[in-house]
């Protein structure tokens, strides 16, 4: 990225509150739904009362600048008002998966030092296992939705913001100040703090949502990305109050037909205009009889670059590919020398951009591994095509050396589910008897589906090179995965290991 296309968009100001500036956004939308989740609408003005009502209380307890803030809560109308309060505070909201366990949970705990919680009722018995579990500092547990009586350490979401009187003015951040943590989704082992500023989610709305998707405010976005995730985060928060559209929000997993429930209803009689998705749950969705024959604008982000920096546009897809660079971003494909390589061969990702994280906390090593200079290593093979697009390769530490020559797990996998019986497919290396690298791949076949290991063989010859098949195929009923779907084959790897 150069200064020049830096320039294209003004830089957040100085001090910069990331919360006050989506709510001095939106202050003339006092009574336009800012969120709708199922049990109500949420309003721009009474989103920005709370806010400020939540971060009065945050402080109220003690809470200094800079402290953490543990955000474990479902997907609904009192997710935004808890992150954005505790950074109107100039509190560090760290928003957690909700589908780990208790042990998960204390590592977090532990690892951030959080001060306080703001979680689900649904969830109160997962952390409270985590608590007894930790070493912790958590001072108070708040508690949104309850259903059961609260213990003397805990209380009530509502009757916390009713005691409060709304902070009048936000905490005098600066763009570059820490503003929240996410942790990484954990594919290739145990996840990381990723410290993101305050000015990181301005700079992903501008120069995505604004500028490639195009939002605007008479939009209505309905992401099956949870808010945890930093896709979601920014589909379902940052990107629609940036312009002042409207977010439907959905507590359940995403499953194909709690999400076409949503899409083709609506919630609270509002329907999506834009669908967000990640790659397992359109798989899971394509398989279904419900198909709505639109295009689908894919791209690829990280937690730690925060959202989308390489995609298709809604005008310009090429099928098979990730797109192209997101205008505001640099991109470099990099041999195992550190130096470019030529098109159509594969090269390591870096990217150049001013979403990137700061570090990851209380890890120097992997933070200096992955920030180098100005560029951020993602861990994923790329190939550039003559176009300018780029197809992925997959991640790094899964790329094959077969007969001598570097072979994409992905590749394989996306070959396999092209198969009628194919739902989901997984690829990893494995040394035969003689110490050379074979290809097996995993196969989950769609219900009712029906396919032989020779005829799922003979399909990946018939398309690709025939040193690319793998030389055995075993059919499972799932795949391991993290909790935001993305295939886990370092579980696979040490599964055969074991074996």
């Not at 600048?65 to 992150?83: H, Y």
């Not at 951020?376 to 093979?381: A, E, M, N, P």
């Not at 050379?436 to 791949?441: D, F, N, V």
Request: net charge neutral; charged share 20%.
């Amino acid at each position: 990225m150069t200064q020049t296309d830096i320039a294209n968009v003004a830089a957040p100001p100085e001090p910069f509150n990331f919360a006050q500036h989506l709510l001095a956004l939106n202050a003339q939308r006092a009574d336009k739904p800012a969120f709708i989740d199922d049990h109500g609408t949420l309003r721009y003005g009474q989103l920005a009362d709370r806010v400020r009502r939540l971060a009065a209380g945050l402080r109220g307890l003690g809470l200094k600048r800079e402290e953490r803030v543990l955000l474990l809560m479902q997907d609904c109308n009192d997710w935004p008002v808890s992150f954005l309060g505790a950074m109107y505070a100039g509190l560090v909201p760290v928003a957690v998966n909700t589908l780990l366990t208790a042990d998960d949970y204390a590592y977090m705990l532990e690892h951030s030092r959080a001060q306080a919680v703001l979680v689900s009722g649904a969830l109160l018995p997962t952390l409270t296992a985590a608590l007894v579990k930790s070493d912790h500092e958590v001072g108070k547990v708040i508690v949104s939705r309850p259903i059961a009586p609260l213990h003397p350490a805990e209380v009530d979401f509502e009757a916390f913001l009713a005691a409060q009187s709304p902070m009048q003015k936000p905490a005098n951040t600066g763009a570059d100040d820490p503003g929240f943590w996410l942790y990484s989704s954990g594919s290739t082992g145990r996840p990381k703090g990723t410290v993101h500023s305050h000015a990181n989610p301005y700079w992903t709305a501008e120069l995505y949502g604004r500028r490639v998707l195009e939002l605007t405010e008479r939009d209505i976005c309905f992401s099956a990305a949870k808010l945890f995730f930093a896709y979601g985060l920014g589909n379902a928060l940052t990107f629609p109050m940036s312009v002042g559209a409207t977010t439907l929000l959905m507590a359940e997993r995403p499953t194909p037909d709690a999400t076409f429930k949503r899409w083709t209803g609506g919630i609270g009689g509002a329907k999506p205009t834009v669908f967000y998705g990640a790659p397992t749950g359109f798989a899971g969705m394509l398989a279904s009889p419900n198909l709505f024959g639109v295009d689908i604008v894919d791209g690829i982000g990280s937690t730690e670059m925060l959202h989308i920096f390489i995609s298709n546009l809604p005008n310009k897809v090429r099928y098979g590919s990730t797109g192209w660079p997101v205008p505001g971003y640099q991109i470099e494909l990099r041999g195992d020398d550190g130096q470019p390589v030529p098109d159509g061969e594969p090269g390591d990702l870096y990217i150049h951009g001013p979403s990137a994280a700061m570090m990851y906390w209380g890890n120097r090593a992997k933070t200096r591994e992955t920030f180098q200079g100005g560029w951020t290593k993602s861990g994923d093979k790329y190939i550039r095509n003559a176009d300018g697009s780029y197809t992925y390769g997959g991640r790094s530490d899964d790329m094959l050396k077969v007969s001598g020559i570097y072979v994409s797990p992905f590749e394989v996998e996306a070959t396999l589910v092209q198969h009628p019986a194919v739902l989901e497919a997984a690829v990893i290396g494995k040394p035969d008897a003689e110490g050379l690298t074979k290809t097996k791949a995993f196969v989950v076949l769609k219900p009712g589906g029906s396919a032989t290991e020779d005829e799922l063989k003979a399909f990946v010859k018939d398309r690709l090179a025939p040193y690319k098949y793998p030389r055995q195929i075993e059919f499972v009923e799932d795949l391991p995965k993290t909790a935001t779907g993305k295939i886990q084959r370092f579980k696979l790897r040490e599964r055969e290991a074991n074996a």
